[in-house]
Structures are given as C-alpha cells and as structure tokens.
C-alpha cells in the first residue's frame, strides 16, 4: 500500500511527519494539509540539481499508524541520505523509528529536521546515536549543501546549521545557518510531488516568523524572533496558480504576522480584488494591530475567519506574558470583528503556573462573554515547550507532573485515544510514553507544571462552563482550530473541482 517503492529514491528521501491526526474512541479526525515546509526545502533541494524521493506520511492509510514498524514500511526503499520532518508532539515517534530505521538500515544516513527538536538539538545527538544529524532552521540553504557536500568529501562541520557529532562522540554545532532575507527570491513549493486533490487544507505563508516576545510562545523563537516577508505579488500568484491548476477556493495563511503592518494588509486586499480571483481565505490577525477599515477590507475580499491570540482575560497576566495588548483591547477589536466576518475565533492559554484563580475566572468570564456573541473558544492548555522563555525561566521551580489522561492540545499525537473528557494510552503506545518519561528534559510539552493545585483545579472549572467536556460526554474537539479548513458556518467547499 500507501508508500513509492525503490524505483523512486533519489538523492535524498524526506518523510514528513507533520500531521493532524487526533484520534476518539470510536473515529479518528484526520485532516490532510500541503505539506508547505517539506515542499519547499524539495523545491529549493531539486533546483540545485538533486533529486528528492518525497513521502508524506499523511497519506498513509494504516489502521495503526504510530507503530515504528509502519514507518519502516511505508519508507520501503529509500535513498542513502534519509530526512525526517516533525514537529514537537510527534518527536517522540520519529525518534524511536529513525532508531528501528537505523537498526535495519545502519548505512544510511538520517538527518531530522522541522521545528519538532528545536532547543533540544543537542541533547537528543547526546543520548540518541542512532541520529547522524539535526538541521536546524529553514532548510533551503542547508538541505542542499548538506546533500552536495556528503556526495563530495563528506566533512559536513563546514555547513551551516547543523549539530553532528564527532567521531569520538563530541556533539557539535557548526555555525547559525543564517535566515532568508528575500522570500520572493524563493520559488513555489514543489506542489507537483504531490497529488494537490488529496489536500484539504491548502497552506499559505505571506511571512515567516514573528518578532513578538510571547514568553509562552514556540512560533516566535523557531524563527528567532525574526519576521520575513514576500511581496503581495509573489502571494497572489500562488493564489491563482493553485486555483488555476488545482481548483483551491480556500486558502489558510498560516503565519501568525500575516497582518503586521495596515499598509501592506490594505495594499494585499486591493490588489487581490483588483485580481478578480474568486477565492476565501482564513487568516490570524493581532489585536493591537488591526483596526475596522482593514478588517472590512479584508472581508470585501473573501477572508471569512479572522483569529486571535488573546491569551488571557487578566491584564495581570497579558503583561507577565508580554502580549503587547490589554483585555479590555481585545474586548473591543473582536467584537467590532464579530460583526464583520462569518467566524471569529478567539485563542487563549490556560494553565500558566503564575496564573492566579482570580485571573483564570477573568478569562473564563471573557471566554463565556465571547462565546455568547458568537466568537469561536479555543482554549490550550499550557504547552511547555523547551524553546519558550516561559519554560527556561519556570523549569527549576516546579517539577514536571505527567498525567497520562491529560495532555496540552499541542501534544496530542494520535498515539493517544480521545475519550469523555480525558485521554487513554493506548497499551500498545506504552513504549512511547515511557520513552518521554526517560527524556522529561527533551520532552517537556507533555508534562505540567504543578499538576495538583494549578491544572486540575482550573480543568475543572474549564469543564463547568462547557470549554471542555464532562467526563459523561462524548469528546469531540477543535483540537487544531487554528489551521483547519472546515467553514461548517458557510459550507464553502475547499475546492472547487
Ligand atoms: C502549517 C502548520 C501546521 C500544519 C502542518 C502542515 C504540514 N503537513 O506540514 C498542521 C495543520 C498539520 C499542523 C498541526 C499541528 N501543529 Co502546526 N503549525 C503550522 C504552522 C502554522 C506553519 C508551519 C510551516 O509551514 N512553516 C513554514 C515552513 C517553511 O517551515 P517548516 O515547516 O519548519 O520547514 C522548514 C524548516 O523547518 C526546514 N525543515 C523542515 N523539515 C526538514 C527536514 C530536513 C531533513 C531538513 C534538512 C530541513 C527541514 O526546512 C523547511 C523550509 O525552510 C506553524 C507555525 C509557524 N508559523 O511556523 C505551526 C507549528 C509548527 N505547529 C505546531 C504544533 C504544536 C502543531 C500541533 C502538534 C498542535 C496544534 N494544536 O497546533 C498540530 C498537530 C496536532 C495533531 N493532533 O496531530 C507548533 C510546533 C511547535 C514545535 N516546536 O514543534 C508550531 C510552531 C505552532 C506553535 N504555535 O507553536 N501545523
Ligand atoms: S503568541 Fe503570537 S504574537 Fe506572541 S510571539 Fe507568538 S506568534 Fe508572536
């Protein structure tokens, strides 16, 4: 089934892990999205002359998809340097089958890549050796020169962005791989190496990285609080390649500073509308930087979601937090955008270790408020995740609780079973989670900070008034609210063909 045999491998295999896959006891919500990241480094890697074997594990349709055994089969065949994508949850995962992969392929040579082991880098080539090489960073300029160097003498210390280790065991990092100025100097991905109709969320990035200070936030320090841009130009003539070719009516800008300055938001609405292309897109906006005229713009050109980080409805806490923008800012812009696009949602982060009961019922209270008018509530439970200041500063004054009914949303990873209200390990997903367990300082996300009187409690709350289901009731979950294409409100397909 599902993967490309040997007559595919190339110079290099890239499987990607980045998945949404949450899964209930009786279903499995499963929603497949152009795997933008991956495409673009195979882009950027073909361009410079090789050949990239691509894999989209999405597309897998195992009943069990999180046995190491499945990676191996669906890799089957691959080319000697084997690249492996993922983000934070699936880290785990990926990191016990690259290890079966090397046990069963111990030539090959397997670099792991994505924002999945970002800050932990040099801990995972200490304790796992089985890894040859972490990437770190966009991958444009490292994935070729990584590839052209291991075919030329194999010294790879002379490339930029990468930690390998020595041939007496030193873990060494080679110099920071420097960022992209130019994105419009980078091509499209490269949509053809996948069948673009199988897709039901079809990503865009107007910008990369986003120069806020979040002390909870993973997005903004993968990027090192950096922000890059592409010209309205280079997006709209995405837009209408992939109408044109593919049929795509709906477009989900994923980046969170999609609207970082009212010029060149108000400069994309009109020359989309001067386009004439008959599209909808969903986007992120930010409190203190968006306004009426530019949300009305935005919606007179087909935008029908905007989402907000609000975070918390306790000023005490949106400053500790460094958000930039006060509750009652944010009281004011959402319900000024409520009026203005079909859905609305509102993201906040519950949990914080500093997070009095009198700031969590001020966010409840705005939480319950919001939701009366109609706002979309997705709340998250604080995610600990290595690179957030949040957690480098917090780390040695609680100890990391695990509950294995209960994990941040940014964790879940499909091993897991969704059940009323509270999640289920799965025996046969044992050895995963003793895998974190061993690794808590690799692995934080999936532990809490002061479990007893901090989370529980609030979950509790959380729970009376409805954001998160009873134990009697049936779970259901806009886990990944943040990217999904489902527009129930309107019923606007997808894709038009
Ligand atoms: C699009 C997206 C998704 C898509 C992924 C689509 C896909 N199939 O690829 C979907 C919707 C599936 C998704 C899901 C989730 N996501 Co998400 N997602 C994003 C988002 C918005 C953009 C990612 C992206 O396209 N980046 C742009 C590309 C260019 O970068 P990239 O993917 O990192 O790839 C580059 C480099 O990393 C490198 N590279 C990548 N892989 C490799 C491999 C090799 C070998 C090499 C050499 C280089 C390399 O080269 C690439 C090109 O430069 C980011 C936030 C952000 N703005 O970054 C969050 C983000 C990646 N997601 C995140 C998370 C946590 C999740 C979830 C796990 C949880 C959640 N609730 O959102 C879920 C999965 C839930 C589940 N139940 O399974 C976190 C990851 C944190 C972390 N440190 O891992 C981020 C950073 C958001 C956040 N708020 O913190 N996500
Ligand atoms: S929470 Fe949003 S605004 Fe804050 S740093 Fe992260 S991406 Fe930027």
């Known amino acids: 089934m599902t993967g490309p045999t040997a007559a595919s491998h190339g110079d290099i295999t890239l499987l990607n892990l980045n998945l949404l896959y949450v899964r209930y006891l009786g279903s499995v919500d499963r929603e497949l999205h152009v795997p933008l990241g991956c495409l673009y480094l195979t882009r950027a890697i073909e361009d410079a002359g090789f050949k990239v074997d691509f894999r989209d594990y999405q597309l897998n349709d195992y009943a069990e998809p999180f046995e190491v055994d499945r ?105 920071d791989r420097e960022r992209l100025a130019d994105l419009d100097s980078q091509p499209f991905p490269a949509f053809e190496k996948v069948d673009l109709t199988r897709y039901q969320g079809y990503g865009m990035l107007s910008s990369r990285g986003c120069p806020y200070p979040c002390t909870f936030c993973s997005v903004a320090p993968v990027w090192d609080h950096k922000s890059t841009f592409r010209s309205n130009e280079s997006i709209i003539e995405e837009m209408k390649m992939l109408h044109e ?115 969590f019922h001020q966010t409840v209270f705005q939480m319950v408020m919001f939701r009366m008018m109609g706002v979309r509530i997705l709340p998250s439970l604080l995610c600990l995740l290595p690179q957030t200041e949040l957690f480098i500063e917090y780390q040695h004054q609680y100890s990391l609780d695990f509950s294995p009914e209960l994990f941040p949303e940014y964790m879940i990873t499909g091993h897991e079973i969704s059940t009323s209200g509270k999640f289920k390990i799965a025996d046969a997903h044992n050895d995963k989670y003793r895998f974190i367990k061993e690794n808590p300082d690799i692995f934080p996300g999936f532990f809490h900070m002061d479990l007893q009187n901090n989370i529980l409690p609030k979950l509790a709350i959380m729970r009376k008034f409805g954001f998160y289901p009873l134990e009697t009731e049936p779970a259901g979950t806009d886990s990944c609210g943040a990217h999904s294409p489902k527009q129930a409100a309107q019923n606007i397909a997808t894709r038009s063909v």
């Open 71 to 175: 990676i191996i089969e669906f890799l089957g065949e691959t080319a000697d340097i084997v690249g492996f994508s993922c983000m934070a949850n699936l880290l785990p995962f990926t990191l016990l089958a690259m290890r079966e992969f090397k046990k069963r392929n111990p030539d090959k040579f397997l670099v792991l890549g994505g924002v999945g082991p970002k800050s932990v880098e040099e801990k995972i080539m200490q304790r796992f050796d089985w890894i040859d090489c972490i990437a770190v960073g966009e991958g444009e300029l490292t994935g070729p020169e990584l590839i052209r160097t291991i075919k030329a003498d194999g010294n790879l210390f002379r490339v930029n962005g990468l930690y390998l280790r020595t041939a007496s065991g030193e873990i060494v990092k080679t110099p």
């Open 245 to 359: 070719s593919a049929g795509v009516k709906m477009f989900l800008f994923q980046d969170e500073f999609f609207v970082s300055t009212k010029q060149r938001v108000m400069d994309f609405c009109a020359q989309l509308k001067a386009s004439g292309l008959n599209i909808y897109w969903k986007a992120f906006g930010r409190v203190d930087l968006t306004d009426v005229e530019m949300m009305q713009a935005m919606a007179d050109c087909g935008c029908v979601e905007l989402r907000f980080g609000i975070e918390s409805g306790s000023d005490r806490i949106l400053k500790m937090v460094k958000k930039g923008f006060s509750a009652s800012d944010a009281v004011e812009i959402v319900t000024a955008a409520q009026k203005i696009f079909p859905r609305v949602d509102a993201f906040y982060v519950w949990g914080f270790p500093f997070e009095t009961l009198e700031d």
